[in-house]
């Protein structure tokens, strides 16, 4: 344990409210970034591939240019970018032009900060809430990416899979020969699912990110955990997807995606994995 400081419950869950609204309003622009950064970069390397002379150098980073209003292209001035509080002054519009602001710019910062304020309460100022936080801000981007735009990026999977392996070697979830198994165990697992409904039915049910984020799950929880993972998962997937297609009409041949419903499970895993396991122990008793 490198560090572990210890303060009362009421300022740790203050400290994590404030905090986390802070790094979901990043949340915010990774989710709405990356994507497009990708894309981008995508597009400018298939045009020197096929000799297309162009001068559109990707020009958009997390960073740069500020943020701005989607429809009319205003820069949101600095008191517009106080999380959760200046939707509300806004009234959940666009000062310039007064067109809606997505309700999931506020969302993502509520779930971001109340998330934060849980881990903090839970495992105090220590090492174990600095793990514990560095793989929840991961699943909310790649779940909210993954609704969106249906990807799970490699340059937030593949990190996440080596931050796994270094988190094992302080002990908290795992250890490292745990979670070697582990990020193979749960690639391998759902590339067979996939490969074996590829073949019953002709068609492709998931994509290499799932593999990759089921990966990094593995890494983080150990092996022990991954079959855990994906029955929640599929279990959560189903339920959803069917409350989906009932209530909200959702055409059931169109494609779904499946990562956040690895997100959501990874997350109840590592902090509830024990609980969890216990269940299901339970249930095929
Ligand atoms: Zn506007």
Redesign the pocket.
């Known amino acids: 344990m490198i560090f572990d400081l210890h303060f009362s419950p009421t300022l740790l869950a203050m400290i994590g409210l404030l905090f986390g609204a802070i790094i979901g309003s990043f949340l915010n622009v990774v989710i709405y970034r990356v994507p497009r950064i990708l894309l981008a970069e995508w597009t400018h390397e298939a045009k020197q591939f096929l000799d297309i002379v162009s001068d559109d150098k990707p020009s958009l980073s997390l960073s740069t240019p500020r943020s701005q209003?989607p429809?009319?292209g205003?820069q949101l001035k600095a008191i517009h970018n106080i999380p959760i509080l200046s939707y509300c002054f806004l009234r959940g519009r666009?000062s310039?032009?007064n067109?809606l602001i997505s309700v999931q710019y506020p969302i993502i910062e509520l779930l971001t900060a109340f998330l934060t304020a849980y881990i903090l309460v839970a495992h105090g100022l220590s090492e174990k809430a600095l793990f514990s936080l560095i793989f929840t801000y991961s699943l909310i981007a790649l779940a909210f990416i993954d609704i969106h735009e249906q990807i799970l990026p490699d340059q937030i999977t593949l990190p996440l899979v080596w931050l796994g392996l270094i988190a094992s070697l302080f002990g908290h979830w795992t250890n490292p020969t745990s979670a070697i198994i582990g990020a193979s165990l749960g690639y391998l697992l759902l590339w067979s699912v996939m490969h074996l409904f590829k073949w019953i039915t002709g068609k492709e049910g998931m994509g290499y990110g799932d593999f990759k984020l089921n990966a990094a799950i593995g890494a983080w929880l150990g092996w022990h955990m991954v079959p855990t993972v994906i029955l929640v998962s599929s279990f959560l997937g189903a339920i959803i997807g069917l409350c989906a297609i009932i209530f909200l009409g959702h055409d059931r041949r169109s494609p779904f995606a499946f990562g956040p419903y690895l997100c959501l499970a990874g997350w109840l895993a590592i902090e509830w994995g024990d609980q969890l396991n216990y269940l299901f122990s339970y249930l095929s008793l």
């Open positions: 209003c429809d009319c205003t666009c310039n032009c067109s």
